[in-house]
């Protein structure tokens, strides 16, 4: 049977099973090139990604080397939480960069969550059926449970947090209800966002927008507003905060947080650079209940938040939807090397 031209497969692979293994030595075997699509490439370690790309793609080409296939490449995908338009622009780009000719071809097999697989009406689609019942999920929760060591303690430390959690408001007698309140800000100042590092669970060493839970008698803006203060130490006024708002938008999609959903109003500020051209002086409060909640503040140029760095949970996501910056297609930034075989 003649093979087919070019074929691309797409996964987070996280971690990489026999599964994905089959998935993919069938779809080599039936065309000339293959291209590996490996998501979630932008994203921080969570419980649902407790792999880097470099990491799952060192697992791929181990696995590549060791069937002796030729003429694969596999390519790292950013993951946009609130725009799928966004993704599918960096995948349809890709193909169309690197296909010799209209006989492309898109192998994988449809199940929960792999809805994307319909996204893509202008290509050759083969469904390969699921010849091992073996879960990614299933696999990491096991991990969790009783192999804690095959995983980043950061992310143990989250799948602890979230158990406790989990525990502690199982007594809660409308649980399809609960939610938590919180807010975020955004503060710029001449191309550059204020973020702190999280000192502990969740999202241990991740960049994150200065935020955190409302309290009783406290809006969500005020929310906001008393923790960007309590966390970054600010050296501003207030009232030279409030009036420097330039915009607030919810966010409360259910896959948000890990844990039980947090719904966040974000607050865009946008203020102006000191008399003396230099940024305002933020140097945090790293002391407080339990070691302190933050171990570093630092102003980071939107353009590294959005291609260098770890963010936390969708922070990196809010922020370019707020500000209306994208980052670079992960196949096009340095950060991400591009290796063939």
């Known amino acids: 049977m003649q093979k087919l031209e070019d074929g691309y497969v797409f996964g987070r ?17 039936k065309c000339n090139r293959l291209f590996i699509l490996v998501g979630s490439a ?5 419980i649902k990604n ?3 790309y470099r990491e799952r793609r060192a697992e791929i080409l181990r696995f590549i080397e060791h069937e002796d296939l030729k003429n694969v490449t596999v390519v790292p995908l950013n993951d946009y939480k609130y725009s799928d338009a966004q993704w599918l622009n960096d995948v349809n780009s890709f193909i169309e960069s690197t296909s010799r000719g209209n006989n492309i071809t898109i192998f994988g097999y449809k199940k929960e969550g792999n809805h994307y697989l319909d996204w893509f009406p202008q290509y050759n689609y083969v469904e390969m059926d699921a010849v091992h019942d073996i879960s990614a999920t299933e696999i990491r929760e096991n991990w969790f449970k009783t192999r804690p060591g095959m995983v980043a303690p950061e992310v143990i430390e989250d799948w602890n947090y979230f158990q406790k959690e989990k525990v502690t408001f199982a007594p809660y007698p409308y649980p399809e209800t609960l939610g938590f309140m919180c807010g975020d800000v955004i503060l710029e100042c001449s191309g550059h966002i204020l973020l702190i590092k999280r000192a502990r669970a969740p999202g241990r060493n991740t960049w994150a927008l200065p935020g955190g839970f409302k309290n009783t008698y406290e809006t969500l803006l005020d929310a906001a507003i008393r923790e960007l203060i309590e966390e970054t130490n600010i050296r501003i006024p ?9 915009s607030t938008q919810l966010f409360d999609s259910p896959s948000r947080s890990l844990g039980i959903p947090r719904v966040s109003l974000a607050a865009h500020i946008k203020i102006s ?19 302190g909640e933050v171990v570093d503040v630092q102003w980071i140029p939107m353009t590294d938040i959005m291609n260098d760095i770890d963010c936390f949970d969708d922070h990196k996501d809010i922020i370019s939807r707020m500000c209306g910056i994208m980052p670079v297609p992960a196949y096009l930034n340095p950060r991400f090397v591009e290796l063939k075989i």
């Open 273 to 291: 650079l000191e008399k003396d051209g230099s940024l305002p002086r933020a140097n945090g409060k790293f002391q407080g209940d339990g070691g």
């Open 50 to 52: 407790p792999f880097t």
């Open 238 to 246: 207030e009232k030279v905060l409030r009036g420097s708002i330039v």
């Open 42 to 46: 932008n994203s921080a370690r969570t």
């Open 13 to 29: 692979f996280n971690p990489l099973h026999r599964g994905h293994r089959d998935l993919i030595r069938r779809s080599h075997a």
